[in-house]
């Protein structure tokens, strides 16, 4: 079945810090991909995605791009924030199919 | 526009009690989902329901069941809680196009319900 792997947490940085988030994936088909985050207290939000292979997806600072050929999603943003501090989970839905598999999260903790 | 929304925000039961946590949205989406999520174990998909009238089973069911009472609102029901069952719970909601990728098929989450089953 499908599966998604991110690195484990927490993952501890100074402000103004360069970030990235480890994804690798595993899935029968050809999935879209997305980082979703989680701030204290709150629900999921989509932070970006991405549909097909090569496409980068941006939002906030943060990027990613897929990469079909080492079946990952890595999250990066060149320059952290206080803010920025939160769970970030990556996650992937078959083609067709709109259920997501999740990873188990990583936390972000940014100090001043 | 508010979204998805659930009720309770928090929950105490004890062991053996029952209740049903509701979700609602108003954007006119098909699809709905509940996750419980687990401290280290991610967000695992409970049930789901890719349109009104239909509901499936997702990762980890047992022990729960689930209405979609109308395209606004699905609830989530345990019978007879048990510890195992403590968890937050958030409902999601999504308009996917079937066999198709687009931007319809993010998913948005309420803010959670943290239940507590002594």
């Known amino acids: 079945g499908d599966s998604v792997t991110q690195m484990e947490g927490p993952v501890t940085l100074s402000e103004e810090a360069f970030l990235t988030i480890n994804c690798t994936y595993t899935?029968?088909?050809?999935?879209?991909l997305f980082w979703y985050v989680q701030y204290p207290g709150e629900g999921l939000q989509l932070l970006l995605k991405?549909?097909?292979?090569?496409d980068k997806g941006s939002n906030k600072g943060f990027e990613a791009t897929y990469r079909k050929e080492t079946t990952s999603f890595h999250l990066e943003k060149g320059s952290v924030q206080v803010s920025d501090s939160a769970v970030y989970f990556c996650?992937?839905?078959?083609?067709?199919?709109?259920?997501?598999?999740f990873g188990k999260g990583t936390m972000l903790l940014v100090s001043p | 526009n508010a979204g998805v929304t659930q009720t309770p925000k928090f929950q105490v039961l004890k062991t053996g009690q029952s209740m049903t946590l509701q979700c609602a949205q108003d954007m006119n989406h098909n699809s709905m989902y509940w996750y419980r999520q687990d401290p280290g174990m991610g967000l695992r998909l409970i049930y789901y329901?890719?349109?009104?009238?239909?509901?499936d089973k997702g990762e980890v069911p047992n022990g729960y069941n689930v209405s979609r009472l109308n395209k606004r609102e699905f609830s989530l029901r345990l019978e007879s809680a048990a510890p195992s069952q403590t968890s937050v719970y958030f409902c999601a909601s999504n308009h996917p196009l079937a066999g198709g990728v687009d931007s319809t098929d993010t998913q948005y989450f309420g803010p959670g319900t943290r239940l507590t089953v002594l």
């Open positions: 899935a029968t088909g050809y999935p879209s």
């Open positions: 991405a549909t097909k292979a090569d």
């Open positions: 996650a992937l839905s078959e083609r067709g199919y709109s259920t997501l598999t």
């Open positions: 329901s890719a349109s009104e009238g239909t509901t």
